[in-house]
């Protein structure tokens, strides 16, 4: 199970929100995808739509290198389009600069995508529906879809066109009200489905094998989905959370979405009421993305899941259809309206294929997308060594078998052969921790769960189980965000100190059996708990039998629970565990802790605040921060935020670790964009983006 903020996911390359519970670390598992050709029919429609486009715009048909992102795309004369865009309101997309100009000069006029992107991945998943968390399903839905509006890459909060080519904003002056208007794109649509997908009783209707225009319903279904009481799945709860300052939504005709956005009297910190509307309502808007309702409003035979669904809010309130989505007939599959196709799955491997009609062919850079499944961490390593994968996060157990292998005659053939290895390390996205349920009574003291970190050589467990690449912190910002306050320091490792905290808060062993106990409720209670774990993590247990053993020693009995996935997740939605080890993955700025701190969802099951953290000012500064849009003051209310983190200590925070990325000589264009300021001037991010690798010339 991976939990994902889910705007990473949803703004390609908002590697978000959406978005979030790591099994393991995030580097331990590869992704990988591929694609599926569309048929002749929608190439035919594409290029129709393609030669009215230009010639409306009266210039000679540009190279692929050329035609990478839209810019201002003007109304199609042949679309049923009942609303204009306002020339007098200004357009918030803005082309990004490197997929219209450095991107093509990279590649060179002649350049074709071609060849087969490889990697694997732990695990196979059971399903493959949009609001799935388990990874890496969330980053194969962004692949096979599109959102409306696109982040430049490299760069944080700025948007480009994206199925949205146009996104006017206006402000009601009598009721504050925000409202975005999007102007979509007519030339995307979603692919036909492959009866063969689908195992031998489900007899798919004919008419789900056609494609269909990607239009506003699509979007507008999507948010019904997000906002329907009784659809209890994953991510669509996280993200009916940050959706739900919407006021209304519609299509005012097939390619024109309206979202409105309600503002709140806020209270600043002086004590004066302001009007203001959410800081993310833009980026929100932008992280939408269509939901396929020609499939997901029917059953497989082409009958309608609700009879009657005229009401504009049928879908939104309908528990009939929320109980249908769980066991509907394509959440095994991908509907894809995207620039990679979904092209089947099976128990050896995930397909995509790139959709040679997409009206950005940049958005794909090579033919094929391929994830391997394997059983262990050394079977996909084993699979890098023989060259079955192209791409490879290394674990850091592995530093010396890397080493062994770069000098082993295997290698140095493969090198000769120009079939090299490059490394490249970088700080990930995510980060480890110890969560303590504050329900336990063990656990609700602040002081008590100090002392625990205390208690804990996270500068050994970096050393002896990461060789080194990780570092601690102290809170749960990115430690490359400028929302993370460097000034605030980990708790230092001091076992005495630790231990005198807990004699000051009433343990000591009191009865002589190496253990520390407390009289609770007139009872005499040992401090021993059970640490959980997935249990399909050897370095996570590892990591897990350290923490024990060094809690241990200061009279805290400390026992293991391993976990597999469903128990894991039943545990976490539950809150039924004393303790758990896990990671999360982190979105991009602007960071919201909304959804993991929130006291609102300390007793909610299901609800990503799920060690039980409640907190009156931390609430406070949550609401300030969703609102706040002056950069210096939104600053200052994040590092509050960290040190109220830090002292409370709702978790041990371990470490954020380092990736090593591994790619064989053929993967080009892999780089980090802050590093490369000649690319991309302004860039502030710190990891390489997948979506830009492609393969040299066989």
Same mark, same amino acid.
């Given at each position: 199970?991976?939990?994902?903020?889910?705007?990473?996911?949803?703004?390609?390359?908002?590697?978000?929100?959406?978005?979030?519970?790591?099994?393991?670390?995030?580097?331990?598992?590869?992704?990988?995808?591929?694609?599926?050709?569309?048929?002749?029919?929608?190439?035919?429609?594409?290029?129709?739509?393609?030669?009215?486009?230009?010639?409306?715009?009266?210039?000679?048909?540009?190279?692929?290198?050329?035609?990478?992102?839209?810019?201002?795309?003007?109304?199609?004369?042949?679309?049923?389009?009942?609303?204009?865009?306002?020339?007098?309101?200004?357009?918030?997309?803005?082309?990004?600069?490197?997929?219209?100009?450095?991107?093509?000069?990279?590649?060179?006029?002649?350049?074709?995508?071609?060849?087969?992107?490889?990697?694997?991945?732990?695990?196979?998943?059971?399903?493959?529906?949009?609001?799935?968390?388990?990874?890496?399903?969330?980053?194969?839905?962004?692949?096979?879809?599109?959102?409306?509006?696109?982040?430049?890459?490299?760069?944080?909060?700025?948007?480009?066109?994206?199925?949205?080519?146009?996104?006017?904003?206006?402000?009601?002056?009598?009721?504050?009200?925000?409202?975005?208007?999007?102007?979509?794109?007519?030339?995307?649509?979603?692919?036909?489905?492959?009866?063969?997908?689908?195992?031998?009783?489900?007899?798919?209707?004919?008419?789900?094998?056609?494609?269909?225009?990607?239009?506003?319903?699509?979007?507008?279904?999507?948010?019904?989905?997000?906002?329907?009481?009784?659809?209890?799945?994953?991510?669509?709860?996280?993200?009916?959370?940050?959706?739900?300052?919407?006021?209304?939504?519609?299509?005012?005709?097939?390619?024109?979405?309206?979202?409105?956005?309600?503002?709140?009297?806020?209270?600043?910190?002086?004590?004066?009421?302001?009007?203001?509307?959410?800081?993310?309502?833009?980026?929100?808007?932008?992280?939408?993305?269509?939901?396929?309702?020609?499939?997901?409003?029917?059953?497989?035979?082409?009958?309608?899941?609700?009879?009657?669904?005229?009401?504009?809010?049928?879908?939104?309130?309908?528990?009939?259809?929320?109980?249908?989505?769980?066991?509907?007939?394509? /959440?095994?599959?991908?509907?894809?309206?995207?620039?990679?196709?979904?092209?089947?799955?099976?128990?050896?491997?995930?397909?995509?294929?790139?959709?040679?009609?997409?009206?950005?062919?940049?958005?794909?850079?090579?033919?094929?997308?391929?994830?391997?499944?394997?059983?262990?961490?050394?079977?996909?390593?084993?699979?890098?060594?023989? $060259?079955?994968?192209?791409?490879?996060?290394?674990?850091?157990?592995?530093?010396?078998?890397?080493?062994?292998?770069?000098?082993?005659?295997?290698?140095?053939?493969?090198?000769?052969?120009?079939?090299?290895?490059?490394?490249?390390?970088?700080?990930?996205?995510?980060?480890?921790?110890?969560?303590?349920?504050?329900?336990?009574?063990?656990?609700?003291?602040?002081?008590?769960?100090?002392?625990?970190?205390?208690?804990?050589?996270?500068?050994?467990?970096?050393? #002896?189980?990461?060789?080194?690449?990780?570092?601690?912190?102290?809170?749960?910002?990115?430690?490359?965000?400028?929302?993370?306050?460097?000034?605030?320091?980990?708790?230092?490792?001091?076992?005495? #100190?630790?231990?005198?905290?807990?004699?000051?808060?009433?343990?000591?062993?009191?009865?002589?059996?190496?253990?520390?106990?407390?009289?609770?409720?007139?009872?005499?209670?040992?401090?021993?708990?059970?640490?959980?774990?997935?249990?399909?993590?050897?370095?996570?247990?590892?990591?897990?039998?350290?923490?024990? /053993?060094?809690?241990?020693?200061?009279?805290?009995?400390?026992?293991?629970?391993?976990?597999?996935?469903?128990?894991?997740?039943?545990?976490?939605?539950?809150?039924?565990? $004393?303790?758990?080890?896990?990671?999360?993955?982190?979105?991009?700025?602007?960071?919201?802790?909304?959804?993991?701190?929130?006291?609102?969802?300390?007793?909610?099951?299901?609800?990503?605040?799920?060690?039980?953290?409640?907190?009156?000012?931390?609430?406070?500064?949550?609401?300030?921060?969703?609102? #706040?849009?002056?950069?210096?003051?939104?600053?200052?209310?994040?590092?509050?935020?960290?040190?109220?983190?830090?002292?409370?200590?709702?978790?041990?925070?371990?470490?954020?670790?380092?990736?090593?990325?591994?790619?064989?000589?053929?993967?080009?264009?892999?780089?980090?964009?802050?590093?490369?300021?000649?690319?991309?001037?302004?860039?502030?991010?710190?990891?390489?983006?997948?979506?830009?690798?492609?393969?040299?010339?066989?």
């Amino acid at each position: 199970m991976a939990r994902n903020s889910f705007l990473s996911k949803l703004i390609t390359p908002i590697s978000l929100m959406g978005g979030l519970c790591l099994l393991g670390l995030l580097y331990w598992s590869s992704v990988l995808r591929e694609e599926s050709l569309t048929s002749i029919q929608q190439q035919l429609d594409s290029l129709k739509t393609q030669i009215e486009s230009l010639k409306n715009q009266n210039f000679a048909p540009p190279s692929l290198a050329q035609t990478a992102q839209p810019t201002e795309l003007p109304p199609n004369s042949s679309t049923i389009r009942k609303i204009q865009p306002d020339p007098k309101l200004p357009n918030l997309l803005k082309p990004d600069p490197y997929y219209t100009t450095t991107l093509p000069k990279q590649l060179g006029p002649n350049f074709q995508p071609h060849g087969t992107l490889r990697s694997a991945s732990q695990m196979r998943p059971q399903q493959l529906h949009p609001f799935i968390n388990f990874a890496p399903v969330p980053d194969w839905q962004s692949l096979c879809s599109i959102t409306l509006g696109k982040l430049h890459v490299g760069k944080y909060e700025e948007y480009g066109p994206n199925l949205a080519w146009k996104m006017e904003e206006s402000v009601d002056p009598t009721s504050g009200i925000l409202e975005y208007r999007l102007f979509l794109r007519d030339d995307v649509s979603w692919a036909g489905l492959d009866p063969s997908w689908f195992p031998a009783n489900v007899k798919l209707d004919p008419s789900f094998t056609k494609p269909r225009p990607v239009t506003a319903d699509d979007l507008c279904f999507f948010l019904d989905a997000i906002f329907n009481p009784f659809l209890d799945v994953d991510l669509a709860v996280v993200m009916r959370a940050y959706f739900q300052d919407i006021d209304s939504y519609e299509a005012l005709d097939p390619y024109t979405l309206v979202v409105r956005w309600k503002p709140m009297m806020i209270r600043s910190p002086d004590g004066k009421e302001e009007r203001k509307t959410k800081y993310s309502a833009k980026q929100l808007t932008l992280s939408l993305r269509p939901f396929p309702s020609f499939v997901y409003k029917y059953f497989a035979d082409g009958s309608k899941i609700l009879k009657e669904d005229s009401a504009k809010d049928s879908y939104r309130n309908s528990s009939l259809w929320a109980q249908n989505f769980s066991v509907h007939f394509a /959440n095994n599959i991908i509907v894809s309206c995207g620039p990679w196709l979904f092209d089947g799955i099976d128990d050896h491997r995930f397909r995509l294929r790139r959709r040679s009609d997409y009206f950005s062919p940049l958005s794909a850079l090579t033919e094929f997308q391929e994830v391997l499944f394997k059983n262990t961490t050394s079977a996909i390593w084993a699979a890098f060594q023989s $060259d079955q994968v192209d791409t490879y996060n290394l674990e850091p157990s592995r530093l010396d078998d890397l080493k062994q292998f770069l000098e082993s005659p295997t290698y140095l053939q493969q090198k000769a052969d120009g079939n090299g290895i490059n490394r490249l390390d970088y700080l990930a996205r995510s980060f480890l921790y110890v969560g303590w349920n504050e329900a336990r009574p063990l656990f609700k003291n602040r002081q008590v769960r100090r002392a625990l970190t205390m208690a804990v050589d996270r500068d050994r467990i970096i050393k #002896e189980q990461l060789n080194g690449l990780g570092i601690s912190i102290s809170g749960d910002f990115f430690y490359g965000s400028t929302s993370y306050d460097q000034t605030i320091a980990p708790w230092p490792y001091d076992p005495q #100190e630790a231990l005198r905290i807990l004699e000051a808060e009433g343990w000591a062993d009191h009865n002589g059996d190496g253990i520390l106990d407390k009289e609770i409720d007139g009872k005499l209670v040992p401090f021993r708990f059970q640490l959980g774990y997935f249990f399909n993590s050897p370095v996570l247990k590892s990591i897990c039998e350290t923490i024990c /053993n060094q809690l241990k020693s200061i009279g805290i009995d400390c026992q293991l629970r391993a976990l597999d996935q469903a128990d894991l997740s039943a545990a976490v939605d539950n809150k039924d565990f $004393d303790a758990i080890a896990m990671g999360w993955g982190l979105g991009t700025p602007p960071e919201d802790p909304k959804q993991l701190w929130d006291s609102r969802g300390a007793k909610e099951a299901g609800s990503s605040n799920f060690v039980g953290f409640i907190n009156n000012e931390a609430d406070e500064l949550i609401q300030q921060l969703q609102y #706040e849009s002056d950069p210096e003051k939104r600053l200052k209310l994040y590092h509050r935020f960290h040190r109220i983190l830090h002292e409370e200590a709702p978790y041990t925070f371990l470490f954020t670790p380092k990736t090593i990325l591994l790619t064989r000589e053929r993967v080009r264009n892999v780089f980090i964009p802050v590093d490369r300021q000649d690319l991309i001037p302004g860039a502030t991010v710190t990891e390489p983006d997948p979506a830009l690798f492609w393969l040299a010339p066989p």
